[in-house]
């Protein structure tokens, strides 16, 4: 049956590749971006599906309930996908009240539109309420940190957040949990790892290394570098929130992992490993050197002298990790892309795609996830 899906914040860099993904999956469906384009929104990573006649593109606010109630009414919405939300640590610590307006806020005024559209006003007409999915994407950052030998999240591990980001989005998957026991909502949640890939923006730890590498800047790393998170390629994601959304039961909550632990310092190297390859490969050696002529210390097979170990962030969680034996069980998920494959596909669009992300660096990203 064809579905007609709102994703919000699909300009965003999960949104967007989740709505390249859906159309290319599900050609007939309809996909609709709802996307105010702040800092990190950017219609360009839409431009391989713009011209498709199956999707639009509305730049505005999650947090105006009305034109949310107008979209929903006007293009016959049947699933949201939400993934509009403020999501950089560093940014929700200097500055959390965006945080709150729109992870909180934003998410309260979807539900409230997609209440009224889906349950409220056809009950008032007589009628049944309309088929309808709502879908949060959350983070496991709301479960808080881990220890080295503690096991890793499951969908049953207490909310612990620790950061105003991560308190934002804990209270926005409350606010989903709490319109479908009380209202009849028809909701599913997922809690995601850390993801990586095209369209990932620059200030970003590991697009902000491949970009530093090519401009020979500094490798900011937090701390010691030992700060453990969960890697997931981000088209895997989108496959792991299509099965949640046609086969995940109403109500629950779906962890979507990696099963891909690496510690921040590891990360760093590997991609200096990569990007010193690229540099010294025979078949685009010269390509590269004269496209990114101050990217010495790869062309010198030496990008991990750039490392820079810097003081770390208030309140950094040491480790997070995503146990996702319930959706591989229930869902049959399962990575596609392993790490290996993941972070070298991740770097060759960094290196042919400068013309995407160089108008971003060039802003101001000098940031670390």
């Known amino acids: 049956m064809q579905k007609k899906l709102l994703v919000t914040g699909g300009a965003g860099f999960i949104g967007s590749n989740f709505a390249l993904y ?23 990573n839409l431009a391989a599906i713009e011209n498709n006649p199956n999707f639009t593109f509305i730049q505005g606010d999650i947090c105006n309930t009305t034109l949310v109630e107008e979209i929903l ?48 006003e056809p009950k008032a007409n007589g009628l049944t309420p309309l088929p309808h999915r709502f879908h949060h994407v959350s983070t496991d950052e709301v479960y808080g940190a881990l220890s080295k030998t503690d096991p890793a999240f499951t969908e049953e591990t207490a909310y612990a957040p620790n950061s105003p980001y991560s308190a934002s989005k804990a209270a926005s998957d409350h606010l989903v949990r709490a319109y479908h026991h009380t209202y009849g909502l028809e909701v599913t949640t997922s809690n995601c790892s850390n993801n990586y890939g095209p369209f990932h923006f620059p200030e970003k730890l590991i697009p902000l290394i491949i970009t530093n590498i090519l401009h020979d800047k500094a490798l900011p790393v937090y701390g010691d570098g030992q700060q453990i998170r969960d890697w997931l390629y981000v088209e895997d994601h989108a496959l792991g929130i299509d099965l949640v959304i046609n086969k995940g039961r109403i109500g629950e909550n779906y962890n979507i992992g990696g099963h891909n632990e690496w510690a921040n310092i590891d990360i760093v190297k590997v991609v200096c490993k990569l990007m010193n390859e690229a540099f010294n490969a025979s078949d685009n050696k010269l390509q590269l050197k004269t496209q990114f002529p101050l990217a010495l210390s790869a062309m010198n097979n030496n990008a991990e002298s750039l490392i820079t170990f810097v003081e770390d962030r208030a309140g950094h969680d040491w480790r997070y990790a995503i146990d996702a034996t319930k959706t591989n069980n229930e869902l049959g998920y399962s990575p596609e892309e392993s790490f290996e494959t993941g972070i070298k596909k991740t770097v060759e669009w960094y290196l042919k795609n400068e013309s995407w992300w160089k108008p971003l660096k060039d802003k101001k990203t000098n940031s670390i996830s």
């Open 22 to 44: 859906w159309l290319n999956t599900y050609p007939e469906d309809n996909v609709i971006v709802l996307d105010a384009l702040t800092y990190a929104g950017n219609k360009a």
């Open 73 to 120: 009414t006007e293009h016959n919405i049947d699933t949201i996908v939400h993934f509009a939300a403020e999501s950089h640590v560093d940014r929700s610590i200097t500055g959390p009240d965006a945080f709150i307006e729109t992870n909180i806020m934003g998410t309260y005024s979807l539900l409230k539109a997609s209440k009224k559209i889906w349950i409220d």
